[in-house]
């Protein structure tokens, strides 16, 4: 699941946010001051922060910084009453991904967030052999899979969607994200295919305790447990 942290100290728009961002299938966590933000950056995984440069006890652009310095891959979207030009760079130049000005649309900055998170998959570097299990081997040149090093047919989807859960490894992936970049159509909750495939790969690839359904939300590839 993808999980946001919006730091302001609007209430009515955090919870605004909160409402809109939960009904695209997110997680939300909300705070309303600098240091309590850093805190749970360091202490939970984030994909991305939307924050105020106005934060009490530790200023937008400090608190950016250490972001980075947390993690480089999370994606920060500034969003603050402030349009001087110099603070918009000083922002963009200390590691914000994006800076949208209040008043704003909230379908504008569900936008901008889409846009930043299809950003954060690209950065995810899909190395030519991928070792799953002692037993299981992908091979992205070639794109196939072998298991105790016999090949095994999988179709182009198929291997796309092993791959893609494999790289994001122990984190719920759901639904609507596989279908945007799995299949590039928007999710339907009638439309089965996911599980179809799923199974499928559970079986060829003996997967059955590693490819996990979270009911309701998606699927979570899961790291088996290494016996010394």
């Not at 950065?123 to 299990?133: A, D, F, R, T």
């Not at 002692?134 to 791959?163: G, H, M, T, W």
Request: some cysteine; charged content about 30%; aromatic content about 6%.
């Amino acid at each position: 699941m993808i999980n946001i942290l919006i730091a302001d100290t609007n209430e009515e728009l955090k919870k605004g946010l909160e409402y809109d961002f939960k009904q695209q299938g997110y997680s939300i966590k909300l705070c309303d001051d600098g240091m309590m933000a850093l805190n749970e950056i360091k202490n939970n995984r984030f994909d991305l922060v939307i924050i105020d440069l106005d934060l009490p006890s530790l200023g937008g652009i400090e608190l950016i910084q250490k972001i980075k310095e947390v993690d480089v891959k999370i994606r920060v979207i500034v969003l603050t009453n402030r349009d001087d030009e110099m603070d918009i760079v000083l922002g963009l130049e200390n590691g914000a991904n994006d800076y949208i000005t209040k008043p704003f649309s909230p379908r504008v900055l569900l936008a901008r967030v889409k846009v930043a998170l299809r950003e954060l998959t690209t950065m995810l570097e899909v190395p030519s052999i991928i070792k799953i299990n002692d037993d299981l081997v992908l091979d992205n040149n070639s794109r196939n899979a072998y298991l105790n090093d016999e090949q095994v047919n999988l179709s182009k989807l198929e291997f796309d969607l092993i791959v893609y859960l494999v790289i994001n490894c122990n984190r719920v992936v759901t639904r609507n994200e596989l279908m945007k970049n799995i299949w590039n159509y928007e999710f339907d909750s009638k439309n089965r295919i996911i599980d179809v495939y799923a199974h499928s790969l559970r079986n060829k690839l003996n997967l059955k305790d590693q490819l996990l359904s979270k009911r309701g939300i998606g699927y979570i590839f899961v790291e088996r447990k290494k016996t010394i």
